[in-house]
Every structure is written in structure tokens, then in C-alpha cells.
């Protein structure tokens, strides 16, 4: 599979092709054991690195600048370099201001919870919201599919009905989460 | 539209700049609605990150299914030359098959000419050399019975 057909693929929902970049496993995994990281340690950061690329390739805007590989080492090398930063254990600097030019910026994480246990407990409510409303709303917001094409996927009539039924779901959401108490706390 | 599908609206990116502009007012003037929206905006998050927990899993599986088929590999290792002399080897003994099977075809179809062919005249070869040397044999002993007889 190219590569240009990875990113496609990512963009129209199958996340099953991402098992084709682990022939890069082991550039990252070889950056972190030779820089104070166990192969353990390589296997963690290579699956967030995995995890971010996705974040991003399906993004709308996003345009693969380099190779897939070359992405993915930029990514794993930067958060391994943080993990070390963060344990405060130093490292050639070198390797610090090592220059990745050819990899766009990308994005790291996603913003945090305003109560720690509340993404818990949305994430058990929506297990319970049936399984259509789990998958419109995941195809949405997770895999970042347009209305056109959930239409298309899930058969409806039109992209106008996917919308209304997205609209439902969240509202069936937001209600039982608002019969939580003290949960959201004003921003 | 309801306000609330606004709040989604907003949050996805998908109002006009008017609009935008205008709810962002409103909710700057009305502590309930900006409540609804940092509701929302925490119930798309979760489900992003559920999205993600769940491709963490299928992540883990991918990379076993990797490191066990390395693993595999590793214990078969690739040897350009065990792979050539294999490949030699069985065109080799297929080569000897069919040659074999060629052989058997052509004696069995054969065999009544060549019997017919060459019996006969190897036959009649050593029938009339034994005729022949016979012949000879007995010529001698005439030649030598005469002699006897004349001396």
C-alpha cells in the first residue's frame, strides 16, 4: 500500500491501515533505546506516535510534507525528548537541536477535562446511548468523516437528516451528563 | 435553529462569521449558555478520546501481530544461498521426472519395432555366423581327412 493511500484511507474512516506504518517501529524504538529508554519505553512512544499521526492525517488541511516514516520519527523523537525533560534526565544536546524541517507542526494532545473522572463518566454514557448514536458520533468527531459522507456510509436519506440525528445524540448525551452533579464547572 | 444547535454549530467551525460573532456575544452576556458550551465541548472531547482509547487497543494488536511475525522470520532467517540450491535443486528433480517419464513412454511404445527390427537380422547374423563357422569346421576336417588319405 503507498503511502498516499495510507493517508486516504485514514481520511475516510479505516483506521486498519495504520498497522501498515509498523515498518517504522523500529526508528523510533532505536532513537529512545539509544537515548536512556528501554525497547518497552520505544513500544509506548511508538504507539502515541501512531496515535498523534492519526490525529492529524485526518485532519483536512493536513498535507504529508515527507515521507510517513520520517513523520513518525519527527513525532516519536520530539515526545521522547519531552518524556526526558519532564524526568529531568539530560541528553546530548545535539540530538535536542536536531533540525526535523521537512515535518510540518503537529498536534500533541488533546485539551484536558475540566473534572478529572468526567471524560470517565461521558464515556460510559455513551456506551449507553445505542450503538447508531455512538457511531454517528464518533465518525464525526473522532475519525472527523463529513455529514456527505456518514450519509453515505450509514445509508441515510440526507446529509440534512445525519446532521438532526447528530443533534439528538449529543442532546441525549448532555442530558444525562447534566443529571450529574457537580461535574461541569464553569470554565 | 435552536440555540443549543447553534452552541454545536459553533463549536464545529460550522457558523458564518456573523453568526459567530453574534453568539459569542450572547454568550458572553449569559453565564447559563456559556455553561451549555463548556458542557458540549467536554462531551465531544470524551468522545474523541473514546474514539482514541478504542484505536488504542486495535494499536496494541497491530503491534504484536508485528513483533511476532519479526519473531518468526527471525527464527527462519533468509539465506540467499539455501534459496537458489532449493529452487536448482527442484528444477532439478523435476528436469530427472520428466526425462524418466519420457524414457518409460518411448519403450513402451517402441519396444514391439525394436524387437522386430533387431531380433531378426541379429538372429540371422549369428545364425548364419554359426552356419558359416560350422561349415568352416567341417571343411577343415575334410581337407584334413583327405590329406590323411593320401599320404
Redesign the interface.
Known sequence: MTEANIIKELKNGN??V??HV?VH?NTVTSFVTKNSGSREDG?DI??ET??VF??NAIKEEFLLTSSIGTYLFAIGRRMWLNQLRRKKIKIADSEIDQDLTAVETFEFE??Q??SPD??QK??KI?DEVGDTCKEI??LF???KLNLEAIKERLAYRSSQVVRQQK?RC??K??DK??KMPTL???? | MKI??QI?RLLENDLSANDRAELEKLLEEN?EL??E????E????????????E??I???G??K??IEGKERKKLIPFNKYIFYGGIAASLSLIMLFFYQTKNNADITNETPMMFEINEAPVHADSATLERDSLQNVSDSLKKAKSSVDNF
Open positions: 483506521t486498519s495504520l498497522k509498523y517501529l513500544h511508538f504507539q501512531v496515535i492519526h490525529r488533546l485539551p477535562f475540566s468526567l471524560g461521558i464515556h455513551l458520533l464518533q468527531y473522532f475519525k443533534y449529543l442532546k448525551i448532555r451528563v447534566s461541569i464547572q464553569q470554565p | 443549543e444547535e454545536i453565564p456559556k455553561k458550551r463548556a458542557l458540549y467536554q462531551i465531544i472531547l470524551a468522545i474523541r478520546e473514546k474514539g482514541e482509547a484505536l488504542r486495535d494499536l496494541d497491530y503491534l501481530e508485528y
